[in-house]
Structure formats: C-alpha cells, structure tokens
C-alpha cells in the first residue's frame, strides 16, 4: 500500500513539473524526433453535388413528366458549347383521382454536376 501512494506521489510530482515548465514556455521533455510526414494529398477539385431537377405532366405521362425534367437540367446548361447533361431518376411520384380527375405524375431526376 505505501509502494503504491508513494508512485503515485512521483507521478503527480513529474506531471505537475511538466505542466509548470509548459505554463512557462519552457520544457524539460526532450523534443520529439521528426517524423516522416506523409505526401500531401493531391490538390483536386472538390466535387460538386448532383442537381435535382423536377418535371411534371397533368395527363400522368411518365415520358412527358421526364422529358420535362430533361429540358429543365438542359435550361441550366444554357450558353455552354456542346452542352450534355447525364442524369438518373431519383423519384417518380404522382396523384390521380378525386372529384376533379387528378391525373399528375411527377419525375424528379438528379444531374451530374458539370
């Protein structure tokens, strides 16, 4: 039991003397040996989040909701030579029924950014 107080009174005299000696700009620990920093990454764009885009067709046309949808991710492209634009569905939802006769089908499709 006194083996034990009396390591632990060495620990904390030894970490308080560190902790003086850095409170006062000055250290007793030897400094460290440099290391091999690792290559630095290569510097790439970072990449841009796709870019939802929503077309919709009141006659419940799944090719007229998605063909809208298209025109409008091609609308944002606008003034670029040889615009292209990839795309893939992300959501295809809709309504249809009631008093009125919905009949809407709505695409929603997510470009790749430019």
Not at 6 to 15: D, P, R
Not at 105 to 113: A, D, G, M, Q, R
């Amino acid at each position: 039991m006194f083996k034990k107080l009396v390591l632990i009174a060495i620990l904390f005299t030894m970490v308080m003397s560190v902790a003086v000696a850095f409170s006062n700009g000055t250290s007793t620990a030897p400094a460290p040996a440099p290391a091999s920093a690792p290559a630095p990454a290569p510097k790439t764009k970072p990449a841009s989040a796709p870019v939802l885009f929503e077309g919709t067709s009141s006659k419940g046309d799944l090719e007229e909701a998605l063909k809208t949808a298209i025109e409008s991710a091609m609308a944002s492209r606008k003034g670029i030579a040889d615009a292209m634009v990839e795309w893939k569905i992300k959501e295809i939802s809709g309504a249809q029924g009631g008093i009125a006769g919905v009949d809407r089908l709505t695409v929603t499709i997510e470009v790749k950014p430019q």
